[in-house]
């Protein structure tokens, strides 16, 4: 059966759990093509996707299992050290910094539009993402392994992704309790 766009929409959910093995990459660049089509407030086009290879990847492991061994010992790092080379697919998202405040919020907004629309577009085609914004992404060295100015690029986030080994089920408030009128 042909998923509809709701189904896509309510389907999708935030995967902790992967299949071994990348997903191909033709589809990646696919999904971030079609992420570039979210509304943008005067096309500032502020996202920049970087797909990250395994010197890169590793070097954030180990700083993140640096940051785990200082706060919570070595068999945490490890553990944590373990999953996070487990994980199949790694991109990172961020957004063009602004001077003009309205205009930061605007492109930040316009670039977790994208960030959805790649992962619907990844969704419908069996590839599920975690969006995380974890401490890491927060740490000075992570801007020297990456080599982006944090002057000029805000993270949005690291989008993990590969074939769900695992779909949790999650709940949403009914509408009704979010929803207002106004006269
Ligand atoms: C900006 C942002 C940051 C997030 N960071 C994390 C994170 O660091 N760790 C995590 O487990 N999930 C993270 N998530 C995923 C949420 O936990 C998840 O979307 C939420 O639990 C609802 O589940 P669902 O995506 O399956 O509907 C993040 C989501 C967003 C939008």
Not at 6 to 31: K, N, Y
């Amino acid at each position: 059966m042909i998923a509809t766009i709701a189904d896509t929409i309510r389907g999708r959910r935030t995967i902790h759990e992967f299949r071994p093995g990348a997903p191909p990459q033709v589809v990646i660049l696919d999904a971030i093509a079609h992420a570039s089509w979210a509304p943008n407030h005067y096309l500032t086009q502020p996202w920049r996707f970087y797909l990250l290879g395994p010197e890169t990847v590793e070097a954030i492991c180990l700083l993140n299992a640096e940051r785990v061994r200082a706060g919570k010992g070595e068999r945490a790092a490890e553990m944590k050290l373990r999953r996070w080379r487990a994980i199949p697919g790694w991109l990172l998202l961020t957004c063009q910094r602004e001077a003009d405040e309205v205009r930061c919020w605007e492109d930040y907004a316009a670039c977790c539009c994208a960030a959805q629309n790649m992962m619907l577009f990844l969704w419908d085609r069996g590839i599920g993402v975690k969006w995380t914004t974890g401490e890491v992404i927060r740490d000075p060295r992570f801007f020297e392994i990456t080599r982006i100015d944090p002057a000029r690029e805000r993270v949005v986030g690291i989008f993990w992704y590969g074939i769900p080994a695992e779909i949790p089920a999650t709940l949403r408030k009914p509408p009704a309790e979010f929803i207002s009128r106004l006269p």
